[in-house]
C-alpha cells in the first residue's frame, strides 16, 4: 500500500551438528516466514545438510573450536538480509506463533533494532511448560552487536538499542530419543577451566547449573554462590541462582544450608514462588498445616509470570499445580476437605494423569457425599 515501509527482508541463521531428526521439523515449523535460511554445519556425520539443502537453506561449514559464540557469529555473518533471526535445530514455532511472527515482519517499526522472545525450554510429563525465558531472537544486521559466551551464549549490544519485547513464543522440542543430559557443555567448560581462561559471571552461573544437572551438588554449590553474591547481576537471576543453590543442598543432604539459602531470598527480594513453597515445606514437614497453608497460598498470588517483561528464567510448578497439590494435603489435615477438593481439582487441571490427584480426589469426593449423606438423614 501506498505510504507504508516496505517489509524488511529476514534471514534465519542456525548452527548444527548432527541433527538429521530435527532440522527438518524446525524449518518447516517456520516454512515460508523468511527471504533466506543460513545452515552453519559445525562437523555433521549425518545427514544434516541434506535436510538443509531440502529445505532451500545456504549451507556453510564452520571447524568446531568448543566455542558456541564464535560458531553463532560467523553463521550471522553470512546472513544477507536486514533482519537476523536465531534458532536451534530442535526449536519450533508453534502455528501461532509463527503468524505472530509473520505479523511482527509485516509491522515492525524500522526504529526497533532487536525483538525478544520467549523461551519455553521445559515440559513435565502432561506436557506443561516447567521453565522458560526471554531470549533476544532477532537483530538488524546493521548493529554492533555479537554474540558473546563458550556456551548458552548471549547476544551483546555494542552500544545504544531500541528493543521490542514480544509474545511470541519459541517452543524447544528435544528429539524423542534423547537420552539425558550431554556432558558436552559442561566438558567445553571444564577444559575452558583447565586452560586458565576467566569465566564471565554468566558462564560461573551456566558452569553451576550444568554441574548441577549431571548431579555434581557439592561441586555446584560454591559456584552458585559466586554468582550469588556478584551485585552486578540481575536480581532477578540472582535470586533464581538461590533457588538452584537451595536444591542442592537438598539433594545433598543439607537441610539446614537450604533453609539458609530460603532466609536469604528474602532479604534479597519479595517472596518469590520457589521460595514460598520452601518455607512451605518446612512448616509441612513439622506437621504445622496452617502455617504451611498460608505460604503455599502466598506463592499462588505472587504474579512472576504475569510480568511480561521479565528476563529471569523462572520455574512453573511452584506457581501451579504443586501449591495447589500440597494445599489439597493441607486442608484435608485441617478438616476442610471442600477447600482440599477445590485444591486437588486445581492441581488435576494441569497434573491430568498423576494418580495421587485422582485418588485424592476420589478420596474427598466421598468423603463429602457421606457428609451430605449423614446431614440429610439427620435432617
Known sequence: MEGLPPIPTMSLCMIVRDEQDTLGRCLESVAGVFDEIVIVDTGSNDATKDVATRWGARVFDFAWIDDFAAARNFAFAQGSSELLMWLDADDVLLPTDREKLLALKADLDPRIDAVSMVYHTQFDAAGNVTSSNRRFRIVRRDKDV???????????????????????????????????????????????????????????????????????????????????????????????????????????????????????????????????CRVAERFLARNQFRQAAFWYELALTIPVSAVPNLWSIESYPFQTWVPHKQLGLCYYQLGDYVRSLKSNQAAQAYRSDDPDIATNIRVLEDLLNAAAAQAARAN
Open 146 to 276: 555479537s554474540w558473546a559466551g563458550i556456551v548458552h551464549e548471549d547476544l551483546v549490544f555494542a552500544g545504544q538499542f531500541t528493543y521490542l519485547d514480544t509474545d511470541i513464543v519459541v517452543t524447544h522440542r528435544k528429539p524423542d530419543t534423547d537420552s539425558g543430559p550431554s556432558r558436552r557443555n559442561l566438558t567445553i567448560l571444564e577444559n575452558h577451566i583447565a586452560a586458565g581462561r576467566q569465566l564471565r559471571p554468566v558462564d560461573v552461573f551456566n558452569y553451576a547449573r550444568e554441574l548441577e544437572m549431571h548431579k555434581q551438588f557439592d561441586r555446584a554449590i560454591p559456584f552458585y554462590q559466586q554468582f550469588i553474591d556478584d551485585e552486578t547481576q540481575d536480581l532477578h537471576i540472582r535470586t533464581f541462582a538461590l533457588h538452584k543453590q537451595a536444591s542442592c543442598y537438598f539433594m545433598s543432604g543439607q537441610p539446614d544450608k537450604e533453609w539458609e539459602c530460603t532466609l536469604r531470598s528474602l532479604e534479597l527480594d519479595t517472596p518469590r514462588p520457589e521460595f514460598a
